[in-house]
């Protein structure tokens, strides 16, 4: 049973998902999905119990051993991204049902949360593979159900942000298989680790150059690091509410998780930073993504559209990270993986919770929505001052490492332009804030209510470990500065 | 030489389809685009790859291609010049940077290339004795990578459950009842005799050589993911001949749409007997008490689940499809 684990985590959902498009009666298929996502949840945990403090697990699919065989790979670092994605989209999937509940005919529910649970197992299974090609396979079921989620946003402008995320994510895919091609036709193997053994005698070949290129290119595009970014804050801002919680915690970071594989355990450190100097574009790109980023998410009148142009900046904090090359800075990636994920999940449930009252995105519309609907107000502030970096919150933490990251380069503006773009997260998220707490509510809003439990308390889960996770960061820096030095080949 | 030939042509037909502002020419040429790609996998003696582009790129995708126009119309607007600007940069880039791959590329067709020196010699070698079937092919994509099968299988259902979600395909409450009275072109179509003729003929053929390529995939080229699609596009032939209604009476959409997930379940239930047998998901061996017998069952049952969940939405897609059209 227990060495099955990496199977069973991906099989869940990826089962349960065609159960749930048969079952007509959307309830009961919402019980499915969540009890699937909730067991995946725990499977999770206990890969992570299996390989806590360094090891690492390999499960032969169809019992060929690799490179003959496909090979699941759990270490440290995926163990920790697949609690991230299981965790997540298992509170997410809680709050669903509420929020879908007027809007769709019943069985139009069990086909969304089929599709949701084929996003969480591609998510999964893109995460524990340890085959290049097979992380395509899994990246193509992301891609299709995270387009079919994205489509049945609110209006037809959901049905334009997923066709341009598409043609954008077909091309990203497009790049991701000819450099997988490539790969092979240089080493004739497929599996990772053998990859990774087969491509430094090569670093001189104009094959793996290219396709050096096309994957950074193609990832780049999934994980929106700017300025391929376009296609995100359309896609975040038009898809049903709590589909975005989802998507923004989890898609992007496990796309990120997989350039920080290649980068790192495929092409190798030597090969990505000192041949091809892969650091030399991504930091410039990154800093310019935290800027502008942050700068728009500053001036929009959308609550929703702030928060996904704000992921944007953040996603451009966890690239600097890597790009950075040291223990500190590549710490702060992953723990910002996991602390991110956690603060942008509960910042758009609780945004989803008040747009569910007054059926509006617009910053007016939510004016006053403070003193109607207090608890879930006060814990989008708590959130929201994780997102800032205020100390005591996950985000602090994070911050904290990318800051020493910096000044252990000896890059003393870099340390304080990231304190300066976390004033300007205290800009937007405070707009957020003030708007709600301190403007008059709008007399046709004077009915508004606090929302029902269902999506009340997995916002309150999220806004907790927030706080928790800001004091206690074993699982986070702890897990984080581990992969870091392995990543980076620095015994501890 | 045929090569250089066939390159050539594809390389008109990509021009062309580009050139074109009429979107029902443009289609046609996208099948023509298949058939020659198709062609040169067969020269290069990838039978099986050749068989699923004919199938599915030069068959089926073109069907839903004239679908989607029947949907939005054959014309497309003139593009501004200055919107191709950003993408003929990006397609150069991306062109320069192949070439620039191209300079160390193996020779076409070098024996001593990497792929057919590392992974290749055991799938050669010692397939027979360890899986069995005499299609290599099949081997590897049924067992030593079904895992990816799997999934790709996973990527089908996907397809389907968006354009269900988006388009609805048999959620109508009574979908036998004719949608829309406009049926008349299909009515028209139904009166050609030369069509309905030829039709009647070439159909049960069609949908016997599908369960041929289904059975036989381990011995000839074929497996599940082509007899699928040409299952489906007998059925295909057969809504557009008859019309919508009839194809619709014999396979009804509401009870069709189970069959995808039914597929996908099927491949997986495999792997859940081999994991409680006590090997990995997927392993065959385990399944029997003879390993070699065991690599067979486990292999038709996973082409059969691809073939099920491959037809079934495949047609549920052509279904939602001209349900819109109609």
Known sequence: ?492 | MINMVLLMLLLASVYAIIRLDRLLTAVLLTSLFSVLVASIFMVLDAVDVAFTEAAVGAGVSTIFFLAALAIVGRQCKPTPRRKIIAPLIVVSATGCVLLYASLDMPRFGEPLAPVHQHVAPRYLNDSAAEVGPPNIVTSVLASYRGYDTFGEVGVVFTAFIGVLMLLGAGTRRTSIEPPTPTGAPKESMRKKVVLKEVADLVIAPVLIFALYVQWHGDFGPGGGFQAGVIFASGIFLYALIYGIEPAQRLLPPRRLAYFPAIGLLLYAAVGIISMLRGGNFLNYSVLVNDPLHGQHYGILAIELGVGITVAAVMINIFFSFSERSL
Not at chain 1, 315 to 336: D, E, K, P, R
Not at chain 1, 352 to 377: E, K, N
Request: positive net charge.
């Open chain 1, 1 to 492: 049973m227990i060495e099955q684990l990496p199977a069973i985590v991906l099989l869940l959902p990826l089962l349960a998902a065609p159960i749930c498009s048969m079952i007509h009666n959307g309830d009961y298929a919402w019980y499915l999905a969540a009890a699937s996502c909730w067991l995946a949840a725990a499977a999770a945990v206990g890969l992570m119990a299996q390989v806590w403090g360094g090891h690492t697990i390999s499960y032969h699919m169809g019992g060929w051993p690799p490179p003959w065989g496909i090979e699941l790979v759990i270490d440290e670092l995926s163990a920790l991204v697949v609690i991230l994605v299981t965790v997540f989209a298992a509170l997410v999937i809680s709050a669903l049902r509420e929020s879908l509940r007027p809007k769709m005919r019943k069985h139009r529910h069990s086909l969304y949360y089929a599709a949701y649970l084929l996003c969480v197992a591609s998510l999964i299974g893109i995460t524990v593979t340890g085959d290049a090609f097979n992380v395509f396979v899994f990246l193509e079921i992301s891609s299709l159900s995270t387009y079919a989620l994205i489509a049945r946003g609110r209006d037809r402008r959901a049905l334009i942000a997923s066709f341009r995320y598409l043609v954008m994510g077909t091309i990203g895919a497009t790049f991701i298989l000819i450099s997988i091609g490539f790969m092979y036709m240089v080493t004739g193997t497929l599996n990772m680790a053998d990859l990774a053994e087969r491509l430094p005698a090569l670093s001189d070949n104009r094959v793996v150059q290219a396709s050096f290129a096309f994957f950074t290119v193609g990832v780049a595009l999934k994980v929106a690091i700017f300025p391929l970014h376009l296609w995100l804050p359309n896609a975040y801002a038009y898809a049903p509410k709590a589909t975005t919680a989802f998507l923004a915690a989890t898609a992007t970071k496990v796309s990120l998780y997989v350039l920080i594989r290649f980068l790192f355990d495929v092409y190798g450190l030597e090969f990505s930073f000192q041949q091809m100097r892969i650091d030399l574009l991504l930091i410039p790109l990154s800093i310019a993504g935290i800027l502008i980023a942050s700068l728009t998410a500053i001036f929009q009148t959308d609550a929703k559209k702030l928060l996904a142009w704000s992921s944007v900046g953040q996603l451009g904090y966890m690239v600097l990270g890597v790009a950075l090359l040291n223990t500190a800075g590549l710490t702060a990636a992953i723990a910002h993986m996991f602390n991110h994920a956690m603060i942008k999940a509960g910042l758009f449930l609780a945004l989803a919770a008040m747009i569910y009252r007054v059926s509006s995105s617009r910053l007016d519309d939510l004016a006053g929505i403070g003193r109607q609907m207090p608890l879930t107000m006060a814990a989008f502030t708590v959130l929201g001052l994780g997102l800032i970096g205020v100390p005591l919150t996950a985000g602090f933490v994070s911050k904290w490492y990318l800051i020493s990251g910096a000044l252990d380069k000896g890059w003393v503006p870099l340390a304080a332009m990231l304190i300066g773009s976390s004033l300007m997260a205290l800009i937007y998220i405070g707009k957020i804030i003030d708007v709600a707490y301190f403007k008059p509510c709008k007399p046709e809003h004077a009915e508004v209510r606090e929302i029902s439990p269902t999506i009340l308390i997995p916002c309150w889960v999220f806004a907790l470990m927030s706080i928790y996770f800001g004091i206690d960061t074993r699982l986070t820096a702890g897990v984080a500065g581990r992969v870091a030095e392995s990543l980076l080949g620095i015994s501890s």
